[in-house]
């Protein structure tokens, strides 16, 4: 194909592209958001042992996030996808199972992405706990809070509330960092996006349709994250 009209071309009939990309977008956001779900919590669990743990715990996490943002996430797909494939192959092997065994190609993808999220996501909660003023958890336990409701109604929103504009950035690196995924042969939209322009010749046209996809979703996420800093930071008075 070396022309056509873009309202068939993108459109939902039976010659259009459009229900391929879109199930391409969605998948991307469900690499996307499994990633900032595991990234999320491996944060934490690394900003708690970069605040709170003994010496060696300590080295370990900035290990952790030293190495890790400063690897490529592809590198670490391949990694995650091939290594760990190699590994399932090799302990099937010992119960005589000759073939290779590949993983999942979207766990695979999601782990990876989630892994280095989460090396971000670290410095994120740790540098918000920390412009959380003493004096507020102070007043907490005056007030005659224990650590648990302390921790939910106090700690929690307002490291929240610092940590939600580097928080919408991670959200961001893994929603482009989700185009990777086709590495290991996941339809996400880079991927459909890929075959659509080898099929039709079209490259330009669909390339610039995923552009526009992509700055969707991002203006899309930014919305969802000012609604959230705008909650978190009910009763603040601003200058």
Not at 66 to 85: K, M, N
Not at 116 to 124: L, P, Y
Not at 173 to 179: A, E, I, Q, V
């Amino acid at each position: 194909m070396t022309h056509a009209d873009p309202i068939s071309l993108f459109g939902f009939g039976p010659d259009g592209w459009g229900a391929i990309l879109l199930a391409g977008a969605a998948v991307s956001l469900a690499a996307a958001g499994c990633g900032l779900l595991l990234a999320a919590i491996i944060g934490a669990l690394g900003a708690h042992a970069k605040l709170t743990g003994g010496r060696f715990v300590r080295i370990v996490a900035e290990a952790y996030t030293t190495a890790l943002r400063g690897i490529p996430d592809l590198l670490v797909i391949y990694l995650l996808y091939f290594g760990g494939s190699s590994v399932v192959t090799s302990i099937a092997g010992f119960f005589d199972d000759q073939g290779f065994i590949a993983l999942p190609g979207f766990a695979a993808g999601v782990v990876a992405i989630g892994v280095v999220g989460g090396a971000q996501m670290t410095e994120v909660f740790r540098g918000a706990f920390l412009a959380v003023k003493p004096g507020e958890i102070e007043a907490a336990k005056a007030c005659g809070m224990n650590t648990p409701l302390r921790f939910r109604r106090i700690v929690v929103p307002l490291t929240m509330r610092h940590a939600l504009p580097g928080v919408g950035n991670v959200w961001l690196g893994l929603l482009k960092g989700s185009s990777l995924l086709s590495a290991t042969g996941v339809a996400e939209l880079m991927r459909q996006t890929q075959v659509a322009a080898g099929s039709t010749r079209l490259p330009f046209d669909f390339y610039i349709a995923a552009a526009l996809i992509y700055v969707a979703l991002s203006l899309s996420s930014g919305a969802v994250v000012h609604l959230a800093e705008r909650y978190y930071s009910r009763g603040v008075v601003r200058a």
